[in-house]
T-cell receptor, first 115, second 115 residues
Framework: AQSVAQPEDQVNVAEGNPLTVKCTYS??????LFWYVQYPNRGLQFLLK??????LVKGSYGFEAEFNKSQTSFHLKKPSALVSDSALYFC?????????????FGTGTRLTVIP | GAGVSQSPSNKVTEKGKDVELRCDPI?????LYWYRQSLGQGLEFLIY????????KSGLPSDRFSAERTGGSVSTLTIQRTQQEDSAVYLC?????????????FGPGTRLTVT
């Protein structure tokens, strides 16, 4: 079975400080990993994805994430947080399996950047 | 270009009534997904359409839920005899193809409230 865990429901960080939002996964097979962000009353927006190749992937709004196969993790990072980064962040995984057509989402982490 | 659109944005209905939710995917996207987001929870997969293939209905929670996609484009999710536990935000997403490498683009959602 495929699953994603986001161990922190809430992350608070001061503006200008680096931020990390954690994600671990459990899959059968090679994972395809995604991060999405949800602003209030908006749909999910794609941030970045890991498919293959370089373990460090860069995405929108200055975010990046590092794929760590041994730790089955895909943590989201940003060197300097902005107040506008405050939102709900979802990690998701998908695998190439017959019948596994959907993304499996974590329960989300609410990021609050404090001015 | 235009993103995924959903209508209505909000729907309040009485228990026992039927509702229809509409999704217009991004033009050219062959894959279409429906998810449900309940308060305080992550996203729950409902159904997946890819081209002219039979849909993957494995996520539908009961036989009161059904969906169709006409002409490979617009999709309608129908909930019959609504129950209070059906209250949630229903999200539609589309992607260029069904392969896991493609990120999904989400609509703003329809907030369904069953009274």
């Amino acid at each position: 079975a495929q699953s994603v865990a986001q161990p922190e429901d809430q992350v608070n960080v001061a503006e200008g400080n680096p931020l990390t939002v954690k994600c671990t996964y459990s899959v059968s097979g090679n994972p395809y990993l995604f991060w999405y962000v949800q602003y209030p009353n908006r749909g999910l927006q794609f941030l970045l994805k890991y498919i293959t190749g370089d373990n460090l992937v860069k995405g929108s709004y200055g975010f990046e994430a590092e794929f760590n196969k041994s730790q089955t993790s895909f943590h989201l990072k940003k060197p300097s947080a902005l107040v506008s980064d405050s939102a709900l962040y979802f990690c998701a995984v998908r695998v190439l399996l017959t019948g596994a057509n959907n993304l499996f989402f974590g329960t989300g982490t609410r990021l609050t950047v404090i001015p | 270009g235009a993103g995924v659109s959903q209508s209505p944005s909000n729907k309040v209905t009485e228990k026992g009534k039927d509702v229809e939710l509409r999704c217009d995917p991004i033009s050219g996207h062959t894959a279409l997904y429906w998810y449900r987001q309940s308060l305080g929870q992550g996203l729950e997969f409902l159904i997946y359409f890819q081209g002219n293939s039979a849909p993957d209905k494995s996520g539908l929670p009961s036989d009161r839920f059904s969906a169709e996609r006409t002409g490979g484009s617009v999709s309608t999710l129908t909930i019959q005899r609504t129950q209070q536990e059906d209250s949630a935000v229903y999200l539609c997403a589309s992607s260029w193809g069904g392969a896991p490498i493609y990120e999904q683009y989400f609509g703003p959602g329809t907030r369904l409230t069953v009274t």
